[in-house]
């Protein structure tokens, strides 16, 4: 596994705008029903639309962990 770190750059497919260049970047993110939001995540961030591209696998325990706290 390749750790990402913030700042980081790669190529990812952005649902709004294609192939796109993207960045790690420390955010706040909510579930899709915004039933809670995980601070301080690492995140892959289009850098065209500032959309959330990406979730490097470091940080799939913390949003997994956050995850299994409110739907079980």
């Known amino acids: 596994m390749r750790i990402k770190n913030f700042g ?3 190529t990812r497919i952005c ?3 294609g192939l ?4 790690y ?4 993110i909510s ?3 915004y039933s809670a939001t995980i601070n ?3 995140i892959g961030v ?9 979730l490097p ?3 799939v325990p913390q949003v997994k962990a956050e995850y299994e706290k409110r739907f079980e």
Do not use: A, P, W, Y
């Open 8 to 10: 980081d750059k790669g």
């Open 15 to 17: 649902n709004n705008c």
């Open 46 to 54: 289009c850098e065209q639309c500032n959309e959330i591209v990406s």
């Open 40 to 42: 301080n995540t690492l």
């Open 20 to 23: 796109s260049s993207v960045t």
């Open 31 to 33: 579930f899709n029903d």
């Open 57 to 59: 696998r470091q940080t």
């Open 25 to 28: 970047q420390v955010r706040n």
